[in-house]
């Protein structure tokens, strides 16, 4: 390697409505010397987007590139043809390089793209870019850059494998198909022992889209090796019985995490029809839930009606350990003789059972279970219910009462329904607070604080009688939702108590609640010895104090921002909510504290205090901040976060004196970007458009940017 740099063509994958910042990170390589290829750049203009000639242009630039760019959004993780086109980059042996340029859910994640490492960009992709140019300026010093580029699988064999996986294998057109597809075999199964756990579960799921039998034994010998899920869906698409072993070997480990395979074990058996029928059963004696309840699961799959007899009985004496997955299953089986056992299920003192139960009468769908699943809307448990009710659903029921109605609604999480169902709603609401926790306690107690004053008696009465925490905590909650004012007082009685458990709960109830009498108890509440060293209650009794709106609380608040040399960073949260409180607060004296963390001899303080201060300035909306506010921007350059903030804070007050130097922050040269910073410019752009004066607009024009 002589370490010389070489020049590298960058295949930019993206999904169309990230396409503004791929076009700037388009420049980007351009400016660090490279050749990107970006589809609405590189393709002429005048060929029909989709087009055949499109997808050859598109393949043409895949072929042609040395390295990937993978924009990762929650857009492309759902688009076929960008994960394809990362599935071919893969098998290619490309180097690729994913930006995570989005938040996503990593649930949404395809399969083969499990456990990828990306370079992390929300909020921060000029960092992320700089280490994306260290990974490419060492790809192209590499000696590897030098060889020529592999093509044994081509790009369209990646789509087309999709369009052969969607036909009968009846159709003619899968026999052409498959018959061009043909010479991809050998490259996938050499693939199947690659280093790289991606290559290998994207070459076996490659393999089973293919459906060649000789593709068995290379399965069978790569599956004894890897635990890959991919490996053994395919080997169940081929339905190849000398697949069996190696199948019940993975249904059968027990390590916990594994559960991926033995998922797709015990669907490839139930692929493998009846020979798989003894060990799936025997499988789901197995003293171990997940080998136990994947047997189960293969069995439903299965179908064979051989199993219909056993099932019931492990579901009357409870013979194993995962009997909610055989009773869901059994209902997969579409045996009458299933139906009394699985309604009797539904008493079963285990939740799981009943809801196995639940969706098994479900997928029966045999009449005799509808007035027992009305029966279990009532449930204490969210999940049993919700199993009722969509077995119910499946079963085509219409509720017969209003109460029915309603306990349906909240079984199915329809908010809007259960308000319309007022009157009858608020006692089934209740229950349901039983067992919610997170985001079901808060829909929950949200719906009740919308049925209005008729809540407000049956919320009192179940604070002074409920029998779990679950409950007390969604009845207090509910009655900071409820907005009544003669909840005041037994959410102030419940704080005094100091009861640490429901002390979050209530606090953020008294802020829902928005009593300004609540400020005096809950200012001492802070000011008392009880919350110690605990910063989380105290940053949330701060933020209580804000939202009441009360400036009695501007000193207490501004207690805490005392600026002290034996302050530590960890108390960085209660600041920023103490900034952000203050900002709700229209005192003059919140605007004093606030300018005094500003002040440069407190630069000392976090990131994330400066900004919460800062933003603070423009909620509050005091004019004598945007002086302070301009000269700020000078020392804050070289931060996009809080440049972004002083913007947005500047829109906010209004003020034509921040126009000019607003102007200047969209094209200030000394801006330490590596390219001028989507987030400052737009937030600088729609603080000019705020201002609104003929002079910030034409700002704007001069710029090229939209005045609207």
Same mark, same amino acid.
């Given at each position: 390697m002589d370490g010389k740099a070489s020049v590298m063509q960058v295949y930019l994958s993206y999904e169309t409505q990230s396409r503004p910042i791929v076009e700037?990170?388009?420049?980007?390589?351009?400016?660090?010397?490279?050749?990107?290829?970006?589809? $609405?750049?590189?393709?002429?203009?005048?060929?029909?987007n989709d087009s055949t000639?499109?997808?050859?242009?598109?393949d043409n630039g895949l072929l042609g590139s040395r390295v990937m760019i993978a924009c990762m959004t929650p857009a492309a993780l759902k688009s076929q043809n960008v994960r394809q086109e990362w599935a071919w980059a893969?098998?290619?042996?490309?180097?690729?390089?994913f930006l995570r340029l989005e938040k996503f859910d990593k649930s949404e994640l395809p399969s083969s793209f499990y456990g990828i490492e990306y370079i992390y960009c929300v909020d921060r992709l000029t960092e992320g870019l700089a280490e994306a140019k260290q990974l490419l300026d060492a790809s192209a010093t590499s000696d590897e850059e030098s060889e020529p580029l592999d093509s044994k699988i081509v790009p369209s064999a990646i789509r087309r494998l999709s369009e052969l996986d969607e036909l009968d294998s @009846?159709?003619?057109?899968?026999?052409?198909?498959?018959?061009?597809?043909?010479?991809y075999l050998h490259p996938f199964v050499g693939l199947l022992h690659d280093d790289s756990r991606h290559v290998r579960f994207l070459a076996a799921e490659a393999l089973g889209q293919l459906g060649d039998q000789r593709a068995g034994d290379p399965l069978i010998t790569a599956s004894s090796k890897f635990h890959n899920s991919a490996m053994l869906e395919a080997l169940g698409k081929l339905g190849d019985p000398r697949a069996i072993d190696v199948l019940i070997r993975h249904l059968y480990n027990r390590r916990e995490h594994f559960h991926a395979t033995r998922h797709a074990a015990a669907k490839a058996l139930a692929q493998l029809g009846e020979i798989a029928f003894e060990p799936l059963l025997s499988a789901i004696y197995e003293n171990d839930w997940y080998v136990s309840s994947q047997a189960a699961y293969g069995l439903g799959q299965l179908g064979d009606p051989r199993a219909v007899e056993p099932l019931i009985t492990i579901l009357e004496d409870k013979s194993v350990e995962a009997v909610g997955m055989v009773a869901e299953n059994l209902g997969l089986l579409g045996d009458i003789r299933a139906v009394e056992p699985l309604i009797l299920s539904l008493h079963d003192e285990k939740s799981y059972v009943r809801r196995g139960a639940a969706l098994g009468l479900g997928h029966l769908g045999d009449a005799r279970a509808i007035v027992p699943l009305t029966n279990v809307l009532s449930d204490k448990i969210s999940f049993v219910r919700k199993a009722a009710a969509i077995a119910l659903k499946q079963l085509g029921w219409i509720p017969t009462t209003r109460r029915l109605a309603a306990e349906y609604?909240? /079984?199915?999480?329809?908010?809007d329904s259960v308000v319309l169902l007022a009157d009858v709603a608020v006692y089934p609401l209740i229950n349901a607070l039983g067992d919610a926790s997170g985001t079901l306690r808060g829909e929950i107690a949200q719906t009740l604080g919308r049925l209005g004053d008729i809540a407000l008696t049956p919320l009192l009465d179940t604070l002074s009688s409920a029998e779990t925490k679950n409950l007390q905590r969604g009845a207090v909650l509910?009655?900071?939702?409820?907005?009544?004012?003669?909840?005041?007082?037994?959410?102030?009685?419940?704080?005094?108590?100091?009861?640490?458990?429901?002390?979050?709960? $209530?606090?953020?109830?008294?802020?829902?609640?928005? @009593?300004?009498?609540?400020?005096?108890p809950v200012v001492t509440f802070l000011e008392s010895s009880y919350l110690g060293d605990n910063l989380l209650f105290r940053a949330q009794v701060v933020h209580v104090l804000g939202k009441l709106g009360d400036v009695r609380a501007v000193d207490p608040i501004a207690n805490i921002l005392q600026i002290s040399t034996n302050r530590v960073i960890s108390d960085s949260v209660v600041r920023s909510m103490a900034a952000k409180a203050l900002g709700q607060l229209d005192d003059p004296k919140s605007l004093k504290y606030l300018l005094l963390m500003l002040d440069e001899k407190h630069h000392q303080e976090d990131e994330n205090v400066i900004r919460a201060a800062i933003g603070a300035l423009g909620e509050l909306g005091n004019l004598q901040a945007v002086t302070p506010l301009i000269s700020l921007l000078d020392d804050v350059l070289d931060s996009s976060f809080l440049s972004s903030e002083v913007a947005e804070a500047l829109g906010k007050l209004g003020d034509p004196q921040a126009i000019n130097p607003l102007i200047?922050?969209?094209?200030?040269?000394?801006?330490?970007?590596?390219?001028?910073?989507?987030?400052?410019?737009?937030?600088?752009?729609? /603080?000019?458009?705020?201002?609104?004066?003929?002079?910030?607009?034409?700002?704007?024009? @001069?710029?090229?940017?939209?005045?609207?």
């Open positions: 700037k990170i388009y420049k980007e390589l351009q400016s660090w010397g490279h050749k990107p290829w970006m589809d $609405v750049e590189n393709i002429p203009k005048g060929i029909e000639a499109w997808m050859e242009a598109i893969l098998l290619a042996k490309r180097r690729i390089i @009846d159709d003619p057109n899968y026999k052409t198909l498959h018959a061009q597809l043909e010479p609604a909240i /079984a199915m999480e329809d908010w509910a009655l900071g939702y409820l907005g009544n004012e003669r909840a005041l007082e037994p959410l102030l009685e419940i704080l005094d108590k100091k009861i640490t458990w429901l002390l979050a709960t $209530v606090l953020e109830a008294l802020g829902l609640l928005g @009593d300004r009498r609540a400020v005096e200047n922050l969209l094209t200030d040269k000394r801006l330490r970007f590596s390219f001028l910073d989507e987030t400052v410019s737009h937030y600088a752009a729609e /603080a000019l458009r705020k201002i609104g004066t003929p002079e910030a607009l034409q700002a704007l024009r @001069d710029a090229g940017i939209d005045e609207i």
